[in-house]
């Protein structure tokens, strides 16, 4: 990545990871509301059920002769949600890679107090330049990752790398819709919604789902499936917007910085991206 993406990714979860926390809990990634987006659940709750869709299906598309898995790579950890999830759930080994140091510091405190020190580790690291062995890892997990990387055939690259042969990746990251002959090109108006997102989460560019598995097949995964699951994720915005009214969400957010502030003030780009169906929430899987 350029020194000055990093260096604004770092800012943004520097700022807004412990807010995040404090008022979300530790999962920093959409909650999953059914198929159709109408379940009702709590936010946490949504959270971890989205962890237990993704596994189940990225685990039933295709077989893998490495599932379970026993050791894990979890890009873009945030504050070690998914990773700790994930290691106590197949008490595997598991590390998690993220650009923050605020994060990592905090995912090594977690992983403390949940006694699960020897089983993880949390470094700060490139995912473009992963400091990891070939075939190393049985599971690539990437949750809400893939959007900030400036280059998307570099990331799934390294994730290929990083497998050991029949290994799997299961990801989950922001797209815009399909760009195909049907649907035709993002109009200028998309353009400038996108840019916005873009300005404020520290975003390079996003890509269309189809245009993820493109690459996935160049590069050489196999039995690889992916998925719109838009609908079901969409609601999660809703409730983080709801949320932000709480008193002592707002009196967080006052001492977070002006970057969070400019966050949270823009939840309604990435509602109102789903409302119109500029916004995608994409899943792909496949072997190694």
């Given amino acids: 990545m350029t020194s000055t993406l990093i260096e604004k990714i770092q800012q943004f979860y520097?700022?807004?990871?412990?807010?995040?926390?404090?008022?979300?809990?530790?999962?920093?990634?959409?909650?999953?509301?059914?198929?159709?987006?109408?379940q009702k659940k709590n936010r946490r709750q949504a959270q971890i059920d989205m962890i237990e869709e993704l596994l189940h299906w990225g685990a039933t598309n295709e077989p893998s002769s490495l599932w379970p898995p026993a050791s894990i790579l979890d890009v873009g950890c945030g504050i070690g949600g998914s990773t700790l999830y994930l290691a106590e759930k197949f008490n595997a080994t598991a590390t998690g890679i993220t650009l923050s140091p605020v994060q990592a510091k905090r995912a090594k405190e977690r992983a403390e107090s949940a006694n699960l020190t020897q089983q993880t580790n949390f470094i700060v690291a490139?995912?473009?330049?992963?400091?990891f062995a070939d075939e190393s890892y049985d599971l690539v997990w990437s949750l809400e990752s893939g959007e900030h990387m400036p280059n998307k055939q570099k990331f799934l690259q390294e994730c290929h790398r990083v497998l050991k042969p029949g290994g799997?990746?299961?990801?989950?990251?922001?797209?815009?819709?399909?760009?195909?002959?049907?649907?035709g090109q993002l109009t200028d108006d998309?353009?400038?919604?996108?840019?916005?997102?873009?300005?404020?989460?520290?975003?390079?560019?996003?890509?269309?789902l189809p245009e993820y598995q493109a690459i996935a097949q160049n590069i050489g995964f196999?039995?690889?499936?992916?998925?719109?699951?838009?609908?079901?994720?969409?609601?999660f915005w809703d409730v983080v917007i709801e949320s932000a009214f709480d008193p002592k969400v707002l009196l967080s957010l006052l001492f977070s910085g002006w970057t969070t502030i400019q966050a949270a003030l823009s939840l309604?780009?990435?509602?109102?991206?789903?409302?119109r169906g500029l916004i995608k929430f994409g899943l792909l899987c496949g072997n190694k």
């Fill in 222 to 235: 196999q039995d690889i499936s992916t998925a719109d699951w838009s609908t079901a994720a969409a609601p």
């Fill in 268 to 275: 309604e780009l990435m509602s109102r991206g789903y409302e």
């Fill in 190 to 208: 998309e353009r400038r919604h996108l840019a916005d997102i873009y300005r404020v989460y520290a975003l390079p560019y996003v890509i269309s």
């Fill in 126 to 131: 490139d995912a473009l330049d992963m400091p």
């Fill in 14 to 38: 520097d700022a807004s990871s412990s807010l995040w926390e404090e008022a979300w809990g530790e999962h920093m990634h959409h909650g999953y509301y059914g198929p159709d987006g109408k």
């Fill in 168 to 183: 799997k990746i299961i990801m989950a990251t922001w797209c815009h819709r399909s760009v195909d002959s049907s649907d």
